[in-house]
């Protein structure tokens, strides 16, 4: 016959810690949320530089990259990357570029047509504020007609939808062990209380 102790305080005490680990715990909550915003920053970091890429944009002097956001939900653990839509532009900034014309008026040829007033506010947008651009590459434009004739269309060259999904992926995976990691630092330290 097998006779066993069982220690019903040392049971209860492990039982405790235990229950300490579940999502539903605020402190562990707080730590999964923490590693989550952590790992959404970092996903977005690596779409800025895929944004920075000459593939996606060859120019931009405006810093259109910036536009690229992470979020922590509230309610469930879990986050998203995204390019942002502001709904009001933050501090104008305006980049003057030197034109040929401007240095020698009296040359041939050169665009005379001025600017309207239209084309210097969207020239002033500036980080954050341009993902409007950020949505125009990955998604493209229709052909563009105005008085003066043709302006073309802007082919839609899908790098955030490509790249999005592989990104959140790895963030998975990165979460994943992330999360484990901090649940049994997280589990030693509460049995040693």
């Known amino acids: 016959m097998i006779n066993v102790e069982i220690n019903e305080s040392e049971m209860r005490a492990r039982q405790n810690a235990l229950a300490t ?12 949320r923490k590693i989550i915003r952590e790992e959404m920053k970092d996903a977005a970091k690596r779409l800025r530089e895929d944004a920075r890429d000459p593939l996606v944009m060859q120019s931009d002097p405006r810093k259109a990259y910036k536009a690229v956001k992470s979020t922590v939900y509230r309610k469930v653990l879990g986050g998203n990357v995204s390019i942002l ?5 933050g501090a ?23 600017r309207s007033q239209r084309t210097e506010a969207l020239e002033s947008y500036y980080g954050a504020d ?20 043709n302006r073309g269309s802007i082919a839609a060259r ?4 490509d790249v999005a999904p ?16 901090e649940l049994a ?4 330290e509460i049995n040693k209380s």
Request: hydrophobic share 35%; glycine share 6%.
């Open 166 to 181: 592989k990104e959140m992926d790895l963030a998975a995976e990165n979460l994943s062990a992330v999360i484990e990691e």
């Open 85 to 89: 839509n502001r709904r009001k532009a």
């Open 185 to 188: 630092a997280y589990y030693k």
């Open 92 to 114: 104008r900034y305006q980049l003057v570029r030197e034109r040929k014309l401007d240095k020698n008026p009296h040359m041939w040829g050169g665009n005379r047509r001025p």
């Open 21 to 32: 680990l579940f999502v539903t715990n605020p402190e562990t909550r707080k730590r999964i």
């Open 130 to 149: 341009r993902g409007f651009v950020l949505r125009f590459l990955n998604s493209g434009t229709a052909q563009r007609h105005t008085i003066y004739g």
């Open 158 to 161: 899908n790098w955030f939808t």
